[in-house]
């Protein structure tokens, strides 16, 4: 693979106060390769999302997406580059209908150049995007406030939003959690679908035996450090990630 | 069987089914039940002015008062909209009211020129001086926005710039009041109808989002910082305008532009009247208004009156008059057999 990195981290370290969420981490990513990281809880995970979407400025290091240096970017300039996140814990609009929901991704500044639009085609495009993240075709779900939605239908609008923005590089925290197992199962077609076409996967992930199943390289964190890289089937025989991974209520893989 | 006991029921009229901008509705009759309390209302305005012989001039000038505080109300719910909540609707009133008089004593301008100015530059200024600012979030914006007026307000009286404390007099005058209230009446319900839309459009969608989730509105790719300044300018028009109109209207300027009347009688309107929809805070400062000039004939205990009149709304009708006359009105009421035989229709 002699394809230059979407992605490039170096030495990216964040502290929060004395403690270093994310402590001297690099690493590199090809244009269409998946990645999963993976820790135990409070490991730095979302923090190094948090970095690389802008939410949370680096205390030192580096970030380079396609060759440009966005450390420190503000969020929405990353939208704009193409990089696009969903929140670990998603808040929804609540009071509005789900398609709604959607209406506001959609007519962003990102979403209003890749696919024109007005008002009013929105609503529709919102209903296929719905479609597409397993809404059932024809039910009244899509019409009813966010707030009364299952928590698995929660994290799939989280997925539509994201889509909604036709993202380079898509960056999902914990996905998975909160989904039923036929839920994730419905969700993984249309994930290798999205890494077909040729869009840049980043999962953080608990759910290790689905998680394996789409990535191509796994990241391993530990108290804010990088502790393997590498193949997901050689980076679970390490002696550290096991260690890291002993005692923690992850052990989990269904 | 024998014995049904019956109970009240409200239930929701088939009317007003509003679908994004589409009105499904079942009837003529039903058309009518909709559109006749906005009718009537825009009617009755309409007509007030050339009841000057009836009502007295004295109450064609506290429907001045009534729309100004109205526009200042107008403004605050559409900061509210976008999670703004401004304590200090004086700033915009203020800096309109000064540009404008500046700009006539200045460049002798005609009103026709100076008020439509002085509400683009002045809402401009506004936004500018509120930039920085805009990271603030509740309680904090609020407090910040009802210091600004008193400390310009300070600014001019030390620096005695703009007439300091004398103000600035000779502004030239409105042709009648005639004219000035149809002026203020058309402005009044174009500023209703230009905000219903924009809170309806997709845009309108975006600015409530910063309001209630602003992490999700920066993770869709939107400036927020950017948004709410938007918000602030659009809001500020409204505002700006009121300020350079009754400028005009009294032909004076002064330090009392920043009074704390104009920050305080937009909200208890909006309290009153009830925010989120704009008809709420309009209903809010035609209630209120009046009210306290109706007030006057009591003299000091005027404030005593108010207050616990503004106490009583905000307890009693912690949503707002319109939110509850609107469901009382959308609603009628039916009896039903508790024990669920049949439903019997009462009136
Ligand atoms: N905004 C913040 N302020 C202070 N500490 C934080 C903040 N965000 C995360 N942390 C700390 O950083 C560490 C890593 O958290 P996080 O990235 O959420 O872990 P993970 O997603 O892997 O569970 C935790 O100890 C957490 O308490
Ligand atoms: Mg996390």
Known sequence: ?254 | MSHLVYRKERVDRGIKVRSDDIFILASLRDLSYATLPKTLAIVILLLFPLLKDLVGTYWESVLVTTIVISLLALSWDLLASAGLVSLGQALFFGVGSYLTGWLSRTFALTPIMSIPLATLVGALLTTLILYPVLRLRGIYFGLITFALPLLLSRVIEVTKILGGTEGLNKIPPLPNLTTELYILIVVLLVCIYAYRRLITSDYGLVLQAVRDNDRAVMAAGFDIQRLKAQAVFLAALPATFAGAFLTHHFQVVGMQSFALDYSILPLTSVIVGGAGTFFGSVLGAFIMIPLSEFLREFASLRVVIYSLLLLIFAIGLPEGIFHFIRRRYQQFERMTALEGESDKRGK
């Open chain 1, 1 to 254: 693979m002699a394809n230059e990195p979407i992605l490039r981290i170096v030495g990216l370290t964040k502290s929060f106060g004395g403690e270093k969420a994310a402590d001297n981490i690099s690493f590199e990513l090809v244009p269409g390769q998946a990645l999963g990281i993976i820790g135990p809880n409070g490991s730095g995970k979302s923090t190094l999302i948090n970095l690389i979407t802008g939410f949370v400025k680096p205390t030192a290091g580096q970030i380079f997406f396609k060759g440009k240096n966005i450390t420190g970017i503000a969020p929405h300039k990353a939208v704009d580059l193409g990089i696009t996140r969903s929140f670990q814990m998603s808040r929804p609009f609540y009071n509005l209908p789900v398609f709604k929901n959607l209406i506001i991704p959609l007519s962003s500044p990102r979403a209003r150049r890749s696919r024109g639009g007005k008002y009013g085609d929105r609503d529709e495009t919102a209903i296929h995007l719905l479609e597409e993240v397993g809404f059932e075709r024809d039910s009244q779900v899509p019409y009813k406030d966010a707030g009364a939605l299952p928590h698995g239908y929660l994290k799939r609008l989280e997925l539509a939003r994201c889509l909604s923005l036709e993202p380079e590089m898509l960056i999902l925290d914990e996905l998975f959690s909160g989904m039923s197992m036929s839920e994730i199962a419905s969700v993984i077609p249309l994930l290798e679908k999205i890494k077909e076409d040729g869009c840049t996967l980043v999962m953080v992930e608990h759910r290790l035996t689905e998680l394996f199943r789409i990535i191509d390289k796994v990241i391993v964190l530990n108290f804010g450090q990088k502790i393997a890289e590498g193949k997901p089937s050689d980076v679970m025989k390490q002696e550290a990630v096991m260690k890291a991974y002993l005692g923690s209520e992850v052990v989990e893989s269904a």
